[in-house]
């Protein structure tokens, strides 16, 4: 398994858009949901979003629940998070992880490098 590489972050005014991608540098991720998680500057990492392994299954945290979509497309081995109206709390490390298995419930393994967000008000 290679490593999990985030892009698409940068500095952004609040109510903009953001779309942020998570592609190996190595394997495939076709066979495992995925996950975005973010960490703000003092404070712990938390969950964001997470997606099945055909995408059929979506799963979101209460405060980007209407703002951001997770989405996979497998023939590209690659996973995005779309966010819109972006707040200045959004700002964070963004990274993205791989599930142990098909569902998002049996947990992850892997941690992206991650990539900045912020948000200026």
């Known amino acids: 398994q290679g490593e999990l590489v985030e892009s698409g972050g940068g500095l952004v005014q609040a109510g903009g858009s953001l779309r942020l991608s998570c592609a190996p540098s190595g394997g495939t991720l076709s066979d495992y949901a995925m996950g975005w998680f973010r960490q703000a500057p003092g404070k712990e990492r938390e969950f964001v979003a997470a997606?099945?392994?055909?995408?059929?299954?979506?799963y979101y945290a209460d405060s980007v629940k209407g703002r951001f979509t997770i989405s996979r497309d497998n023939a590209k081995n690659t996973v995005y998070l779309q966010m819109v109206s972006l707040k200045p709390e959004d700002t964070a490390i963004y990274f993205c992880r791989k599930g142990k298995g098909r569902f998002y419930q049996l947990g992850y393994e892997y941690w992206g490098q991650g990539t900045q967000v912020t948000v200026s008000s």
């Open positions: 997606i099945s392994w055909t995408g059929g299954s979506t």
